[in-house]
């Protein structure tokens, strides 16, 4: 019984940490119909400076490190798409070529700064100790984790769909020659979608600190499980990036504590049989 | 005439290269040719069929790996195991390529990135299989015509002949009439349909031909470093491939092998001096595509043209 409490909740808490990357991604897709390959490596570089903030200093807590993180990543994506990716508008196979080859620059980078030796990130002390309910221990970290991820996911939501920014993007997704005939400001709209998406990668990424470390490699092992779940869910759908989440979170984790050596295999069942029966994913509108 | 001529005379440096220039050398143009064979079969998806594949190393990685299993745990002799290698390989590409061409465009840039990832995952994880981080060995270089192929320079010819016969096959490819349809449907793949083409059906061909040449670089790569290890199903591995045909120009054969030249030099050379491989495959990604979209080939042309048209003017 403990085992199946455990993987479901390690099952949410991965679930909840690949939305905190494929909202981004699916965002960034939407709008700039951009396939951002450093979306692994934006999430693996905010783990990275959130575990130097927490090694080097007491001064922040673990919330306080994700979100000056987030900022620091959200800078670094704001720079990548205003000086690489607008010099290749309209070129997207150029783009993602550049945000590859950015992907890589910025992995060898923290390898350089960090060294190879993963840094641990400690779980808040408050939350160490696990939850004891019918005789069962939850661990409360994962618990929270998911929390977040509601969190982010009602954010999200509600930015899309009750603000007036919201309605500029969704208007720049449907039709953005028109949503730029009538006065949207796309271009503004393109960084700041940029900037929002990578910020929540990096923000995520020290999330996930007390569960995965910040290590290299993080960028390879995340980036695949998050196309993984867009392709699942629909690439231009936040719904199917959450969907997916959970799902790919629940195959993944179980996949690896039943069967560890074919969990890759198993992982990538759902995305065939979706793919051969639904091209445009679950939720998604727009074959990509 | 001219052209015959300039043809000859490369051939003939090629094949008697080894015996004026060092091991290093002869080894290092081993390794571009496999690079070479790589990127031409790349460069049919990319180049010429517009489906730019992330994934490709999936081919290269399977047919080595493919290969070393038979070797080591059915015993196969290296040719045999080579021949169940490509077998095996052409099977995967049939299936990969079912499942990608479901999209186009980025989709499929996302979807041949993902299953390459599923492989190097299994290859990492399947330890029982595959070995895990360990890599596979196999004990010998295979033997041709009764001739360990273990010195630099037998190998070399045997790289040489392989690549050859690739580009001559590759070549035929893309000018028979099978092959103007695949650029057909790369450039009008509507219109294509609408003159009653299977756009689907060109394309998977055309993906499981570059899946068979991507295997014999698989096979090249086993025989000579008589080692495979998961890396080489990662995706720098694609990586690498696709920038040497972006770099040196895709769709177009020359490009490729001008590429595989570039990035093997860089990676050998420039790899000696500094350390940071990954960053530099990185940057040069970034400036080719920033500065020479189109490629080193047909951008040294394009010059080339200029100033000829300069002089008789």
């Known amino acids: 019984m403990q085992f199946w409490v455990i993987q479901t909740l390690n099952s949410l808490a991965l679930g909840g940490l690949l939305f905190l990357l494929a909202s981004g991604f699916s965002l960034i897709f939407g709008l700039m119909r951009l396939a951002n390959l450093t979306h692994g490596a934006l999430f693996m570089l905010g783990a990275y400076i959130g575990a130097n903030l927490l090694r080097d200093s007491d001064t922040f807590n ?6 000056l993180s987030g900022l620091a990543v ?49 779980t808040p002390s408050s939350l160490a100790r696990p939850i004891f309910f019918a005789g069962l221990a939850f661990p409360t970290y994962r618990l929270v984790v998911v929390c977040v991820a509601l969190l982010v996911a009602l954010a999200l939501y509600v930015l899309l769909e009750r603000t007036r920014l919201g309605a500029m993007i969704r208007a720049g997704v449907d039709d953005r020659e028109m949503a730029r005939a009538v006065g949207i400001p796309i271009s503004a709209l393109f960084t700041a979608v940029f900037c929002l998406g990578a910020g ?6 020290v999330i996930a600190g007390p569960i995965l470390s910040a290590y290299p490699g993080l960028d390879a092992d995340m980036l695949p499980l998050a196309l993984i779940v867009v392709i699942l869910g629909g690439i231009d759908s936040l719904v199917g990036a959450f969907i997916g989440s959970f799902i790919i979170g629940f195959v993944y984790t179980f996949g690896t504590a039943l069967l560890p050596d074919l969990a890759y295999v198993i992982l990538f069942l759902p995305m065939i049989i979706v793919i051969a029966f639904r091209p445009q994913g679950l939720f998604g509108r727009l074959q990509a | 005439m001219r052209k015959t001529v300039l043809i000859v005379a490369l051939l003939a440096v090629l094949v008697v290269f080894p015996f004026f220039m060092g091991e290093f050398y002869i080894n290092l ?32 990685g399977f047919a080595a790996y493919a290969c070393a299993w038979s070797i080591t745990r059915l015993g196969f002799d290296p040719f045999a195991a080579g ?21 186009t465009g980025l989709g499929f840039m996302m979807i041949t990135l993902a299953l390459s990832q599923v492989l190097w995952g299994l290859a990492y994880r399947w330890a029982a299989v595959t070995n895990g981080d360990n890599g596979m060995s196999i004990p010998s270089r295979p033997r041709l015509f009764g001739l360990l192929l273990d010195d630099a320079a037998s190998f070399y010819w045997f790289a040489l002949g392989v690549t050859l016969i690739a580009f001559v096959c590759i070549a035929v490819f893309i000018g028979s009439a099978f092959g103007a349809s695949l650029q057909g449907t790369r450039d009008q793949p509507r219109r ?12 998977w061909l055309t993906f499981i031909y570059a899946g068979f040449w991507g295997g014999v670089s698989g096979l090249l790569y086993i025989y000579y470093n008589k080692y495979i290890h998961p890396t080489s199903l990662a995706i720098t591995s694609s990586a690498e491939g696709l920038l040497s045909v972006i770099a040196g120009g895709a769709g177009t054969m020359a490009g490729p092998v001008v590429g595989a030249v570039l990035v093997v030099i860089l990676k050998n050379y420039v790899s000696s001096y500094i350390e940071r491989w990954n960053m530099l495959l990185g940057i040069v990604f970034l400036l080719i595509v920033l500065f020479v979209p189109e490629g080193i080939v047909p951008g040294s042309r394009r010059i080339f043209l200029r100033l000829r048209g300069a002089s008789k003017g």
């Open chain 2, 83 to 103: 021949a169940l290698a490509l077998v095996a390989t052409l099977l995967l590409a049939a299936f990969f390529g079912v499942i990608a061409l479901r999209a």
């Open chain 1, 62 to 67: 673990l919330w306080g490190a994700a979100i």
């Open chain 2, 29 to 60: 143009a081993s390794q571009i040719l496999i690079a070479a064979v790589f990127a031409m079969s790349l460069n049919l998806l990319v180049g010429y069929g517009g489906l730019s594949s992330l994934g490709h190393a999936s081919f290269l």
């Open chain 1, 200 to 205: 929540v990668a990096g923000a995520g990424g």
């Open chain 1, 74 to 122: 959200a800078l670094v994506g704001g720079l990548l798409e205003r000086l690489v990716l607008r010099q290749l508008a309209g070129n997207s196979l150029g783009q993602v070529l550049a945000t590859l080859g950015v992907a890589f620059i910025i992995s060898d980078a923290c390898l350089l700064i960090w060294g190879g030796d993963p840094i641990p990130v400690p």
């Open chain 2, 192 to 203: 294509m349909a609408a003159l009653g083409h299977d756009v689907w059906m060109v394309r």
